[in-house]
T-cell receptor, first 116, second 118 residues
């Protein structure tokens, strides 16, 4: 696609339910990032995938959060047993990263998650 | 670990005037990239400008320019002839030139909210 696509745009879920957020990166981009942004706040790093390397999961806030990237393309961020503090905008970005190749990250529009 | 600091939570500028947003970072690496991103209320993050650390010349993009001071680890953004459409959150970001594993991660500052007064 032309850009990074995230779905759904908005998600309202009940406390305790599981949710899945999807990210379609730009074709050919080797790096994929997930960030969380609470209202009026900065970007909180969650997880980073780069090619076939083991992902950097150091930003995941708890074991309720997990993410996978299938075939080096689409990524899914899963939040289990959602809590109200999980309410935020979840942003995905992708970039082309490699030896002597380094471009800026392109962002999707984000998924606004509301836990009620 | 690298860190990025934006010390100005909010800034205000008069339309047509010039404003400078500050950013400092901490790293032990010599080769890296620095970025300024803009996030308007639509929440779409847009790249404003980027700088390669190995380049001494400051990057410019139309009304946007940076003052890159590698020794001081400073990377400020100057917006000239400010326009109403420049009102947004601005984020400074760092990325290592290495890649693989945790390297290559994009690290952001907390952002500066810029208001433009007509």
């Amino acid at each position: 696609g032309a850009g990074v696509s995230q779905s759904p745009s908005n998600k309202v879920t009940e406390k305790g339910k599981d949710v899945e957020l999807r990210c379609d990166p730009i074709s050919g981009h080797t790096a994929l990032y997930w960030y969380r942004q609470s209202l009026g706040q900065g970007l909180e790093f969650l997880i980073y995938f780069q090619g076939n390397s083991a992902p950097d999961k150091s930003g995941l806030p708890s074991d309720r959060f997990s993410a996978e990237r299938t075939g080096g393309s689409v990524s899914t961020l899963t939040i289990q047993r959602t809590q109200q503090e999980d309410s935020a905008v979840y942003l995905c970005a992708s970039s082309l990263v490699g030896h002597l190749t380094n471009t800026e990250a392109f962002f999707g529009q984000g998924t606004r998650l509301t836990v009620v | 670990a690298q860190t990025v600091t934006q010390s100005q939570p909010e800034m205000s500028v008069q339309e047509a005037e010039t404003v400078t947003l500050s950013c400092t970072y901490d790293t032990s690496e010599s080769d890296y990239y620095l970025f300024w991103y803009k996030q308007p209320p639509s929440r779409q993050m847009i790249l404003v400008i980027r700088q390669e650390a190995y380049k001494q010349q400051n990057a410019t993009e139309n009304r946007f320019s940076v003052n890159f001071q590698k020794a001081a680890k400073s990377f400020s953004l100057k917006i000239s002839d400010s326009q109403l459409g420049d009102a947004a959150m601005y984020f400074c970001a760092y990325r290592s030139a290495m890649y693989g594993g945790s390297q290559g991660n994009l690290i952001f500052g907390k952002g500066t909210k810029l208001s433009v007064k007509p």
